[in-house]
């Protein structure tokens, strides 16, 4: 350790004179932009004092966050390492709350005793943490507040597996980033809850989660703090179930985020890029077609995989599968009384994605397509779940009406999917490649994996192989605050395009100062000049809670380019029918025999879509059955 004044080295490697004083933006020698890299250390032994170095590389600049000021520099990777830093590898599908082990500071010769630094933290990118959820608590919505502790309640079940739930019994390891809720370390429940007995080790339970978020509930807004309470002696009473609990919190959490008057608008774009012949990418809506209200729920980016023989087939099939069985869901839910489930949700959507998987993979099978040849396709898909809902007051809401503030992602491959406002960018999606499966199985830490020359090539995709090895990713989000979300392939994503250029649009877009189409324009010419080597897909959510945007004039040129039908237009002009011609006339008689055929054509898949998931996932489906068509 040392306790001379630090700089910082500049990234680019071609730099004559790469050192720099902290606080500098930019090289002072070649103006390249530095990194600050700040990392969380965790260790046994003693931690060393603010204001030193360590191991000529890390700057202390609060107990335990260390600035790395060699960040171009990979970091130090032993061959071995202790059981502590598993938990963090195999929780790395919940990098969104959980942190991510960047690398090795080591004291002694001895690996166990060796400090691991970790990324991916609550940190603000001066290096200063994000409050504790105590300290956010107060100012927070009630909304928000019953959204952190189902957040934490969602955390219990994997962190339980991984020996280590008591890291959310730490109130000050809690913090609170805008919704999000994140944690600084994992603590091991062998050390934190050990017995009298030093062989004795005490599983955490509800009860302990319980008492924890007491702590908070008693301040909690007035119209929900009673109810919290409740669910929290619940909690602690002798064999409360983890479902009994989530089906009450999330009544509540529903019942708070009714009265939000969620706008959503979507649009989409797409392009084949400079350096590719093909498209084999879809997305819906697509960027041309007549809007129509499932537009306004549903977004989905697919990425074809297999040349162009067979990626845009695969693409395009996944997207019109995938629309159809979405109408479907959303009337089956639309028709219920009462809530269904988030994990009934989640169910029924992994099915859907199955049974577009099953139809690629017969088509596979059909033309003689084995290994590199079959066509395949990635996917990440939103679709905004609006439910009728009665409140504990007798009230009724319908879906329609404002509670249509549930947000399901689904995706498959390495097409993503962002949280964007002015204040942050969250990824909230995680790679189905080879560097994320060497971590989650212990193997490797993540820029570790990295180096691997396979290390983006993916581990699954919908079509390449039977439903029984697919395992798609699905999770739930509250719409409750502004914001973008952004899906798209990695013709965008790639080389961290997004997370380098989302500030530049996200305030104006949200502002009103831009538009939509434009916004998605501008991301696919960002693609094309930055990445360039793949086709690029975007769709673009602007989500608003608060006052209504107002969307920005169109050029004269592109608003006399009327999308009104004729009829419309004598409508709106106050023509009489008797004054239309003809040619409008067996327009409506077409657009009539269209909608009849795709209503048949929805009942036709959605029949199919039902059929093979009750074969495919015949406990779920009976549950789903029971829930929604009970006494049958």
């Known amino acids: 350790m040392s306790d001379s004044k630090p700089q910082l080295c500049c990234p680019n490697p071609d730099c004559a004179a790469p050192l720099n004083t902290l606080g500098t933006l930019v090289c002072v020698a070649c103006e390249t932009p530095l990194v600050y890299r700040y990392l969380w250390a965790v260790g046994r032994t003693e931690h060393p004092p603010v204001g030193t170095q360590v191991a000529g590389r890390y700057y202390v600049t609060a107990p335990q966050i260390w600035l790395d000021t060699q960040p ?105 980033e805008g919704w999000r809720v994140r944690l600084c370390q994992l603590f091991d429940d062998a050390d934190v809850l050990a017995g009298s007995d030093a062989a004795d080790v005490v599983i955490p339970t509800l009860a302990d989660l319980a008492n924890r978020w007491l702590e908070w509930v008693t301040s909690a807004k007035p119209e929900i703090a009673q109810r919290l309470q409740a669910i929290c002696y619940q909690m602690r009473e002798d064999g409360s ?23 959503v608008q979507i649009v989409s774009a797409t392009d084949t890029g400079p350096q590719r012949s093909h498209n084999e990418d879809a997305c819906y809506p697509p960027s041309k077609a007549r809007p129509e209200a499932l537009a306004s729920h549903l977004a989905i980016v697919c990425d074809g995989i297999g ?72 996917l990440v898909m939103a679709l905004q779940v609006p439910q009728r809902l009665t409140t504990a007051d007798g009230a009724t809401v319908n879906g329609s009406n404002g509670n249509g503030h549930e947000l399901y992602l689904i995706n498959v491959g390495d097409s ?31 820029r570790e994996a990295l180096q691997r020359p396979d290390a983006g090539a993916l581990t699954q995709a919908i079509g390449t192989r039977d439903a029984e090895f697919l395992r798609p990713t699905v999770q739930r989000l509250i719409l409750e605050e502004d914001g973008i979300l952004l899906l798209c392939s990695d013709g965008l994503s790639d080389r961290g395009l997004v997370e380098q250029s989302w500030a530049a649009y996200t305030d104006a877009i949200l502002k009103g100062k831009h538009s939509l189409e ?115």
């Open 518 to 632: 434009l916004a998605a324009k501008t991301w696919i010419d960002l693609a094309n000049q930055k990445n360039g080597h793949d086709n690029a897909s975007v769709v673009l959510l602007r989500c608003t809670v608060s006052s209504v945007v107002p969307e920005p004039l169109l050029p004269a040129s592109r608003r006399s380019e009327s999308a009104w039908s004729p009829a419309s237009r004598a409508l709106l002009q106050d023509k009489p029918a008797a004054q239309q011609p003809e040619g409008a006339a067996r327009d409506r008689r077409s657009r009539k025999l269209l909608v009849i055929g795709s209503l048949i054509a929805v009942l036709l898949l959605g029949g199919v879509g039902l059929v093979t998931w009750s074969r495919l996932n015949p406990t779920g489906f009976q549950q789903f059955r029971e829930r929604v068509l009970p006494g049958m």
């Open 416 to 446: 993503r999917a962002y949280w964007m406002t002015p204040r942050y960018c969250h990824l909230l999606t995680v790679d189905d490649d080879v560097a994320a499966r060497e971590v989650r199985l212990g193997r490797s830490l993540y």
């Open 241 to 263: 179930e983890l479902g009994t609990i989530a089906t009450q919190l999330n009544q509540l959490l529903l019942e708070q985020a009714a009265p939000l008057p969620l706008r």
């Open 72 to 176: 171009s520099l990979p970091p130090d990777v032993p061959t071995d390492w202790s059981d502590e830093v598993l938990p963090y590898l195999h929780l790395y599908p919940q990098r969104l709350h959980v942190p991510e082990v960047y690398g090795f500071c080591p004291q002694t010769d001895d690996a166990q005793a060796a400090f691991f630094l970790l990324e991916n933290m609550p940190l603000d990118e001066k290096g200063k943490l994000y409050p504790p959820i105590a300290q956010a608590w107060a100012q927070a919505t009630a909304l928000r507040q019953v959204y952190w502790l189902w957040q934490l309640l969602q955390l219990w079940t994997p962190l339980l597996e991984q020996g280590v739930a008591s890291s959310l019994l730490s109130a000050n390891n809690v913090r609170i």
């Open 307 to 378: 040349g162009h023989e067979g990626g845009e087939v695969a693409s395009q099939t996944a997207v019109r599968s995938l629309k159809l069985q979405a109408q479907a869901l959303l009337a089956e839910v639309e028709a219920q009384t009462e809530l269904v489930s988030p994990d009934l949700l989640m169910q029924q959507l992994e099915a859907s994605v199955r049974v577009v998987n099953n139809l690629i993979a017969s088509q596979n099978d059909t033309q003689g397509r084995e290994e590199r040849r079959r066509m395949g396709t990635t």
